[in-house]
Nanobody, 113 residues
Framework: QVQLVESGGGLVQPGGSLRLSCAAS????????MSWYRQAPGKEREIVAT????????TYANSVKGRFTISRDNLKNTVYLQMNNLKPEDTAVYYC??????WGQGTQVTVSS
């Protein structure tokens, strides 16, 4: 079955960086569009970034453009989210998603001094 397992979350100070990873299995990863979403406490889940199956097309939410980078390694069946210059408003649970289809369980990112 489809499995998506996120890792790399944690507590970081404002201005810091984190790299999230999502290990995929159970489907042909190299053919799948993948996305990262996030959900802050009391807010709706929102899309953060999307990457095409080959990695040549990426899109970002305006709130993270220039700070976050989505990438993938189709040999490792893994999608990444590099997050730089983190802000307190980036605090959320971050989810990996196969488009369309399954969600991961999420990883908590907390940006606080």
């Amino acid at each position: 079955q489809v499995q998506l397992v996120e890792s790399g979350g944690g507590l970081v100070q404002p201005g810091g960086s984190l790299r999230l990873s999502c290990a995929a299995s159970g489907f042909r990863f190299s053919s799948a569009t993948m996305s990262w979403y996030r959900q802050a406490p009391g807010k709706e889940r929102e899309i953060v970034a999307t990457i095409s199956s080959t990695g040549d097309i990426t899109t970002y939410a305006n709130s993270v453009k220039g700070r976050f980078t989505i990438s993938r390694d189709n040999l490792k069946n893994t999608v990444y989210l590099q997050m730089n210059n983190l802000k307190p408003e980036d605090t959320a649970v971050y989810y990996c998603k196969k488009v369309p289809g399954a969600w991961g369980q999420g990883t908590q990112v907390t940006v606080s001094s």
